[in-house]
């Protein structure tokens, strides 16, 4: 795979794409997902190499793009990347900006307290998505035979441009050969049965911690408890191992110390934290580092599971995971409620 950085400035994305095709006149293309990062990864990871296998038959290459930060989606479903600079939007819009997050917006439906801040976890993508006129005037200018189309994925539904789908429906996320791919209850005959992790490479004997923790009003009773996080921190500071921490949209108190690295804090956290659209693939990278991850159940231990190569323990785990990402991946996992500390500390 091959990764082009580029501006997130529409001429310049158009300009490159243009001259790729020079390359290869034929090319796919694999427009963004967005929404919720777990259900970006159950569509990415089935429906998306489904797509790009169909390519591979007919030996045409594929340009996917994706935003900072998000080359780890589309690692094992495309040929080139162009990586937009840029964490969410293009130069003509403004991306959300603090202030947008914590307007309230009324959500009886999905919100339990009936009121949206976008500095809980229900953050206004995941409801809205990021639909962009003149990026998809810009992308249908090409007449792409085969094309993924832009997706936004909330849970109950697929939208992109052409058509809205729900889970369980009959709709369409892609065509090929100018056919548009009818599919029928996405979520139940298409997530489990073709999703595939990623070719796992990196090991270590680490004796360190990537802890990623889930503080949320969406559905808080999946969170990380605190007492978990004190003990944790208490353990590695004792026995002098490094923690990594990841912290979520609220933040959680740990301990000022050497061996607590919490990237709320610091000053290169370089995305690692879920204020704003977070860069996976630099926490993808800061776990060669680690000797085991320590999550919750959530969309971010899953994206761990399926792109790490250490042992995985969390607290809960969806049935995607439990069914299909941890027997693809014959590795150690834990699907503990932590009463037991130590079995939850040693590392294998």
Known sequence: MKIIQCSNNLQEIKTLISSLLTENEKSAF???IDGEYGIRLHVYYSLGKMFYNEMKKIGIPVVALVFKGQTWSVSECSDIVIEVQSSYGFSHNTELTEQEYNDNKINPSWVPTGVYTGSDGWRQEYFKGFHDNEYENMIG??????IFYT????GSKYTNPHT?????GEGFLYKVND????????RNDYLG???TTNTLKQTNKSRDYLLWIRNTNKWPQRNTPQTLIDNICKFCIATKRKCYVIQDLQETPVPDNEYIINYLRSDDSNGLYMKGSIHIDNIIELSKKCGVYIGADSGA???IAANINIPVKSIGCSPLQRE??????QCMFDNVYFYDLKELLVIK
């Open 324 to 329: 299909v990402i941890i027997p693809q991946r």
């Open 193 to 195: 049965r073709y999703f």
């Open 301 to 303: 231990s899953e994206i």
């Open 141 to 146: 200018g090409f007449n792409f035979s085969n």
């Open 30 to 32: 694999f427009s963004y």
């Open 179 to 186: 056919q548009n791919i009818i599919l029928n209850n996405i």
């Open 164 to 168: 809205e789908t729900l889970v369980d």
């Open 151 to 154: 997706t936004h994925c909330d």
